[in-house]
């Protein structure tokens, strides 16, 4: 069976730090593009950042540049996403993904085609207070 499973989510207070991990099971990671996504009560899911699959180039939206990061460790077919510097905008379900497209320089094009991706976790709520 396939699944990506998330944890690591939390309530945190501003300037704060969480790691979320989503952990795949069924198929091999390595082989996809990945990404993460949140989604804000009211508000449409969006791209976060997202990675290649062969190059593992890596964009960032610009409300989380220089604050998270992402990354992925083919050992234990997981990724993750380092969360620094939190604020109360960045609370919203954070949803992990998998896209099957195969190539380079392709993180920024993922991470606007939500419809493109083959499998997502269940979702984590982060939550930022002031």
Known sequence: EVQLVESGGGLVQAGGSLR?????????LDAYAIGWFRQAPGKEREGVSCTSSLDRSTY??????GRFTISREDANNTMYLQ??????EDTGVYYCAAH???GIGLARY?????????????????????
């Not at 993922?110 to 002031?130: A, E, M």
């Open 83 to 88: 969360m620094n510097s939190l604020k109360p």
């Open 60 to 65: 960032y939206s610009d409300s989380v540049k």
């Open 100 to 102: 099957r497209i195969v």
């Open 20 to 28: 979320l991990s989503c952990a795949a099971s069924g198929f091999t």
């Open 110 to 130: 993922v991470c606007k085609d939500l419809r493109g991706f083959d499998y997502w976790g269940q979702g984590t709520q982060v939550t930022v207070s002031s």
